[in-house]
């Protein structure tokens, strides 16, 4: 939407007053400018909600948002039994 009214804002700069009379190129570049908009918002949306995925303990964002403190205590775990076997092994 933020793209479609810079749009607006650009038509109306170059000296279309409306974009509606504008003509058909005028009223192209706001459905092309407005498309490119909402692509653009449901990348992001897409992009954010991946990052808030359950959990197995069923908590939104538990893993990757650090929500669920059974999945970060395990988490930590395996990361002490790792560099414990790192340093066994040196």
């Known amino acids: ?21 504008g003509g058909i190129i005028g009223a192209s570049i706001l459905v092309f400018i407005g498309l490119i908009g909402i692509g ?16 197995h303990h069923g908590i939104l964002g538990g893993i990757s948002q650090g929500l669920c403190t059974a999945c970060v205590a395990e988490k ?15």
């Open 40 to 55: 653009a918002v449901a990348g992001y949306i897409d992009k954010v909600s991946t990052g808030w995925k359950r959990c």
């Open 76 to 90: 930590k775990a395996i990361e002490e039994n790792y560099r414990k076997q790192r340093e066994l092994e040196e």
């Open 1 to 21: 939407m933020l793209l479609y009214g810079l749009g607006l804002v650009l038509l109306y700069l170059k000296g279309i007053k409306n974009p509606s009379g």
